[in-house]
């Protein structure tokens, strides 16, 4: 499977963006997905994961109720729609493919990891 993150950019505090991981390569429909983000100088940290069986939702407590996972089967592409966005959101952001159906918030539960896309919020 690879993965390509877009739709990163530059937007004010409190500002919306999504982000979007396209998967090609093999059937994406039985895989769970996940975001992590990286910012400089810090460990990668699990942001947002969405199972097979929608809706199987995870979300780390920095980010319940501004971020919402989700995926289109049919469009193979998983999507991060972030509100509310605050300074310390700021990093690149990473999509994940696992070869389960349940989806998991390490970074080693994951197989397949796409090239990042950076996040900038301006306070």
């Known amino acids: 499977v690879q993965l390509q993150a877009s739709g990163g950019g530059l937007v004010q505090a409190g500002g919306s963006l999504r982000i979007s991981c396209a998967a090609s390569g093999r059937t994406f429909n039985r895989y769970a997905m996940g975001w992590f983000r990286q910012a400089p100088g810090k460990e990668r940290e699990f942001v947002a994961a969405?199972?097979?069986?929608?809706?199987?939702?995870y979300y780390a407590d920095s980010v319940k109720g501004r971020f919402t996972i989700s995926r289109d089967v049919a469009k193979n592409t998983a999507y991060l729609q972030m509100n509310g966005l605050k300074p310390e959101d700021t990093a690149v952001y990473y999509c994940a493919a696992r070869n389960n159906i349940v989806a998991g918030t390490t970074t080693g539960a994951y197989d397949y990891w796409g090239q990042g896309t950076q996040v900038t919020v301006s306070s």
């Open positions: 969405i199972g097979w069986s929608v809706p199987s939702t």
